[in-house]
């Protein structure tokens, strides 16, 4: 299997040298020329350029996203620890999502449908395509999405800017297009590197993708963000941690591995923040996601999380608070050795987060099902996960059920808002190294309640930062569509808040 996984994603790789935002046209010639690249390959390519390299994933998930949702603290260079700004990490996502991303799933679904291949290989393209604009849009709001990635097609180079709302509507109809479309497992077979080719997997994704965007509603349209929740329920979610969503790896050339693993080979300098630290008390996974950075220890008296905002000298906060140094931070958790591993699978959704947002839906008596059956299966998922995925230590149903009797009881007598807070909260740990998904979910929510760092370098003035700022090139490039977004969305700050979080 490894050495079918390392051939496909060669195949994959064969003009990855070149960069796939350079020379694109060279790539996307006449479809009926014998020099035409085939689509299992290209689906394989941009399957691993969602899963990203590590130059996004260093910058957007790791620097800004997990720091600001606080997973990790950093006490040197990492921005979104106190706030600072740092464009080429703020621009990261969006330079390469367009780059390659936008550029490659469109160059697919054009040759599919030059092909006439409007089935299964389209309603999966038409998935990976929504997956690349909901993050996009999720960091910077409003952007080029109907014009996007239409260059060569249609001589669109200066590509206009839809409303995030515009953008949510039409992912939400382009997901429930291609789950219709997808009949078959059609012949992809290994160069899907996310689900092997199976339809039926594909189909729990697209419904599953339908849930977590239609959840991200709930602020602005309840009744819209209802109406879609109830549609994918009913279309067939994940079930289990077999439909987990997440992009094989192998420990190859460079661009095949996972790009979090990439991240640590060159900086190992994040610890657990003390945020995370203190919500995981007798949880067993703290056993397995942590260790001390000094000696690898994962005895629990031993593990101990930073606070995020400390840096490398003491400070005066903006509060006129006294910081202390950080110190020694070699006493302190960061990740596992298994989660740094080149060879684990980038997540993009797992089970445990569709049984959570199932338990929020039935919160708000919009299913019928039982909020606690609900949290108590996301919760079992996101143990027994970490296993099947990194390859940690299995969590037995003894220490499952212990936790669930315990300090991770369900709250089944409390109010609306209590049973919310505390399933967003176990949300927030399971997407732990899914950060994108962490730092979308945690604006939407506002849950868990975090307290924002103070530093006086604060490009924020010590505010949360809830959206990335758009490249400075856009001003220049595509002015007049940047303008337009900023009059429609706002000040493009780190602080104006997207339109779902509004």
């Not at 690349?132 to 014009?147: A, K, M, N, Q, W």
């Amino acid at each position: 299997m490894k050495k079918i996984l390392i051939t496909c994603l060669t195949l994959g790789f064969f003009f990855a040298s070149c960069d796939f935002d350079k020379g694109f046209e060279e790539m996307n010639v006449n479809p009926n020329s014998a020099s035409q690249v085939g689509v299992a390959t290209k689906i394989t390519k941009l399957q691993v350029d969602i899963s990203g390299s590590r130059y996004e994933n260093w910058r957007n998930s790791f620097i800004y996203n997990s720091t600001i949702v606080q997973h990790h603290a950093e006490n040197n260079w990492w921005a979104g620890d106190t706030y600072t700004r740092n464009d080429d990490w703020s621009f990261a996502q969006w330079n390469q999502a367009y780059n390659n991303m936008v550029k490659g799933a469109q160059d697919i679904i054009m040759q599919l449908e030059t092909d006439g291949d409007t089935g299964t290989h389209m309603g999966m393209a038409r998935i990976m395509r929504v997956f690349v604009f909901h993050r996009i849009t999720d960091l910077y709001g409003d952007c080029p999405y109907s014009e996007a990635g239409k260059g060569y097609s249609d001589g669109i180079l200066t590509p206009k800017y839809d409303s995030q709302q515009d953008i949510y509507m039409d992912m939400l109809k382009e997901l429930e297009e291609a789950v219709a479309q997808i009949s078959g497992d059609g012949a992809l077979g290994s160069a899907d590197v996310i689900f092997g080719g199976s339809a039926a997997h594909w189909k729990a994704f697209g419904n599953s993708m339908m849930l977590r965007l239609a959840m991200r509603l709930t602020q602005v349209d309840a009744a819209t963000a209802q109406a879609w929740a109830v549609k994918a329920i009913n279309g067939g979610t994940m079930t289990s941690n077999a439909h987990i969503a997440s992009v094989k790896h192998g420990d190859g050339s460079t661009g095949n591995r996972n790009g979090h693993g990439e991240v640590f080979l060159a900086d190992q300098g994040s610890r657990i923040s003390t945020s995370f630290m203190s919500r995981m008390v007798n949880d067993p996974r703290k056993t397995r996601l942590f260790m001390r950075q000094s000696d690898k220890s994962q005895v629990e008296a031993d593990l101990m999380g930073m606070k995020n905002g400390l840096k490398n000298d003491p400070y005066t906060s903006l509060d006129g608070v006294a910081i202390p140094a950080a110190g020694d931070t070699g006493v302190y958790a960061m990740a596992a050795t298994e989660l740094q591993s080149l060879t684990a699978p980038m997540v993009l959704q797992t089970y445990a987060e569709v049984e959570f947002l199932k338990a929020e839906a039935a919160i708000r008596g919009w299913i019928s099902t039982s909020d606690k059956d609900h949290y108590e299966a996301g919760v079992t998922a996101g143990m027994k996960m970490l296993e099947g995925i990194y390859g940690t230590t299995p969590i037995s149903d003894a220490e499952v059920s212990t936790y669930l009797a315990g300090d991770g009881a369900y709250k089944a007598s409390g109010s609306v808002a209590e049973r919310w807070e505390q399933v967003m909260d176990q949300y927030w740990i399971a997407t732990y190294f899914n950060e994108y998904e962490a730092y979308s979910n945690w604006r939407r929510s506002g849950f868990p309640t975090l307290t924002a760092t103070r530093h006086p370098n604060s490009y924020t003035n010590g505010q949360f930062m809830v959206r990335m700022i758009y490249p400075t090139s856009e001003s220049g490039n595509n002015a007049a569509n940047y303008a337009a977004a900023v009059a429609n969305q706002g000040a493009d700050s780190y602080t104006t808040p997207l339109w779902w979080d509004k």
